[in-house]
DNA sequence: GTTCAATACTGAAACGTTTCAGCTATAATT
DNA sequence: AATTATAGCTGAAACGTTTCAGTATTGAAC
């Protein structure tokens, strides 16, 4: 009935190889995992057979038969694009699967709704793992993602009581040790921009800054109307109208590169030099930084180091880890 | 033999819509593809059904049998994490992908072997179409993907008298323009800071600023030993260099905006202001320049939109729609 | 020399889809 | 009235994999 498959075009498949073995396509199957009471003889022998054909399973084969994707997708949030975390954090997943079954899939926001591809990928099981980043304390992404068993890891914290992987730079620790840098340069008065209010961030962040000031027996300026996702041009003016004060501050701490560029920008507007007016402390994830304006203070967050975390995370926590093991909270450097 | 489907878990599938509606597997497939000799009623009947069971075609089943992944993938190239390019390009293609069938994977690159990742995808049929960036006029991928009938749109020309869908920036009309701006200010000794050889671009920019270098009767200088892949430092160690000549430029175009940065330290480095002692011309895809370094020249360049016209172009290529109509020169800006 | 167990293998079914080759009414043609 | 065409539907096979339920063969145990 089936065809000898020694003509068969396309790829080799299970049948080609059991048609060079002489062997039955469950027995190729088996032996090609390891799986039991295959001898030891025909294994070699098949896997020999399956390296010289070059044989790769079809993907769509085992997953139909599985339900095994062997996709890890990473969300994507709007904005994101400019902002230089996610190409890194991508890159860095990739480091992470490269050499594994797995392959990345970019899944698409929808804009105002950041459910809606978690349950795109929920329903349509179109991923064995999920990665997403800009976690909230109370993250309905991750209570809809466990209650669906389905593996994931955040880039940032949240608060729910749930254990689930993630990977975190401390926050707190930064905006502490961003107040510290700036108190010995001799900076008083001194001001965050910080997250968007709703991410676990923003709440880290301010943690560290109030802690900070305490520390130090001073007392912050508040920016409350603004954050680092403001368009720039709107950061600047906030920073000018901040700098037009009659004690306006002489230290800001911003949570992102971008954004502190157009501070420095809105400062300077108003004849406020860097350096001798004030002093910015932000986060840098490249050598840019240093480069452009070496007057900033740069404290690095590694956001490459991330996509590489979450993703092996992620593929741990598929392979049945634990995932009360799979946290990791980076310290930023200090001193 | 087959158990009625009405207590069946998991997603809904034909069978499923089959059961519901009383008809065959078969009449259900066809009916959902507006395939023909179903009649009109039973037609809106299974739609009916479908949408309101919510159900998706299984991507697995239809991918085993058809072949048809309904997978784009975007090939990784080493270097372009920090280059802010990414994420732009991955944004536009995932805005096209957005409401199509497609799915988007990033795969990862081999170092050192360019054509790796391009085996892969075709050997294992992993994707019905390639979108790929940093072209060479003579590109053993294009060569290849076009050898084995994959669809493929490039980021970037070609020149090997092949039709293939690409987008691409006018660099050629970019670099004329710098020299145009730049001698506008008076400029008269200006030097290019271009792609690394080998890629195409590299040429069209060399023809561009030769041919403007010509229509002003400027003779320019050369940078051969460096280009805009270089380490930051590099670059700015060999812009202080140059800026220590007795005679150093006073115009430099720079074809990427992170290198331009390091021109503008390496040259302040020596001393020399800009807007003054010289200007820098360079492309942006942001508006960071603008806040920045509002005294360097810029050209806008829209990465997002090359991500979105090459996804676009790789799906009308998938759909039948000849490659010869698929290709699209953005011109800069000019004034 | 029958029974039992272990070893090493095999066939068939199933995952969800598409598609080919029918099949059955009804309508149109002669 | 018999034939044929057609519209509208259906069953079965196939894509490549995994896995369940066997089946020979061998060797040991009684």
Redesign the pocket.
């Known amino acids: 009935?089936?065809n000898s498959d020694s003509t068969s075009k396309?790829?080799p498949?299970?049948?080609t190889i059991?048609f060079m073995t002489?062997?039955?396509?469950?027995?190729?199957?088996?032996?090609?995992?390891d799986?039991p009471?295959?001898?030891?003889?025909?294994?070699a022998r098949v896997k020999l057979i399956a390296a010289q054909v070059g044989?790769?399973?079809?993907r769509?084969?085992?997953r139909?038969?599985?339900g095994k994707t062997n996709v890890i997708t990473v969300v994507l949030n709007p904005g994101d694009d400019g902002s230089g975390f996610f190409s890194n954090f991508v890159y860095g997943i990739s480091d992470a699967l490269t050499g594994t079954s797995y392959h990345l899939v970019v899944t698409p926001y929808a804009l105002g709704d950041a459910m809606a591809p978690i349950r795109y990928i929920a329903e349509t099981g179109s991923a064995d793992g999920v990665i997403m980043s800009r976690t909230q304390p109370d993250d309905p992404r991750v209570r809809y993602l466990l209650a669906h068993g389905l593996p994931f890891a955040t880039h940032g914290r949240t608060e729910m009581g749930i254990v689930h992987p993630f990977h975190d730079f401390d926050n707190e620790a930064f905006a502490f040790e961003a107040v510290s840098r700036l108190v010995a340069k001799g900076r008083r008065r001194i001001a965050l921009l910080g997250p968007p209010p709703g991410l676990t961030y923003h709440k880290h962040t301010h943690l560290g800054f109030e802690r900070g000031l305490r520390s130090w027996g001073l007392s912050g300026i508040p920016l409350s109307s603004i954050d680092i996702d403001a368009p720039l041009w709107d950061v600047r003016a906030a920073a000018r109208e901040l700098a037009a004060r009659s004690d306006p501050p002489d230290g800001i701490i911003c949570s992102a590169v971008r954004s502190s560029f157009a501070v420095a920008a809105g400062f300077a507007d108003q004849g406020l030099s860097i350096g001798r007016d004030f002093d910015i402390v932000t986060k840098h994830s490249t050598d840019l930084l240093e480069m452009l304006r070496p007057e900033i203070i740069a404290i690095a967050e590694d956001f490459r180091e991330a996509g590489r975390d979450t993703a092996s995370m992620v593929m741990a926590w598929i392979a049945g880890t634990d995932p009360a093991g799979l946290q990791r909270l980076v310290t930023p450097e200090t001193s």
């Open positions: 009935m089936d396309g790829p498949t299970l049948k059991a002489g062997l039955g396509i469950s027995t190729v199957s088996r032996a090609l995992k799986g009471e295959i001898g030891a003889a025909t294994r044989y790769r399973p079809n769509a084969g085992v139909l038969k599985t």
